[in-house]
């Protein structure tokens, strides 16, 4: 490959950009013990970069466009669903609401954070007769067992 010599002018940000560029090689290319890009190679890959890119937005090759709908397919799909499950989440959480908004005020319950707190934390009967009831069903089940281990 034949190479020719090309001068052109840039401006101090961008030489100032080259040699960052430059000094950033030299690290990597020490860590990979390997030889650092010169200058004509790092404008050489940036050229090739751009050219790329450029090709890329221009050509409407028919593999990328068939990945586009594939990860535009596959993204639609799970977002929808994430998105119905949040919907759905928050449907709920507005059920729950309105429910314990009726049960208030059907029951005529004071909405005060009090009334509330007494309301969640009060003891129920089932609380104390689901209990009862399981230990009387295990003594019919195993007559020889203790009271004191049912308990």
């Known amino acids: 490959m034949t190479k020719e ?23 990597t290319a020490v860590k990979m013990n390997r030889k650092p890009k010169g200058k004509s190679e790092i404008i050489t890959d940036a050229i090739e970069s751009y050219y790329l890119s450029v090709l890329a937005d221009n050509c409407n090759d028919p593999y990328m466009q068939r990945l586009e709908i594939v990860f535009e397919r596959v993204f639609r799909k799970y977002m929808s669903g994430f ?6 989440t928050n449907i709920l959480a507005r059920e729950s609401k309105e429910y314990m908004r009726l049960l208030c005020k059907g029951l005529n319950i004071d909405r005060a954070k009090d009334g509330v707190e007494r309301l969640l934390y009060m003891t129920l009967p089932w609380d104390i007769l689901i209990p009862e009831k399981v230990a009387r069903e295990m003594r019919v089940k195993n007559p020889e067992a203790e009271d004191e281990e049912l308990m």
Do not use: G, P
């Open 83 to 88: 998105i119905r499950s949040l919907n759905a």
């Open 5 to 27: 010599v090309m001068t052109f002018r840039v401006s101090d940000e961008i030489q100032s950009k080259l040699t960052h560029l430059m000094q950033l090689d030299q690290e």
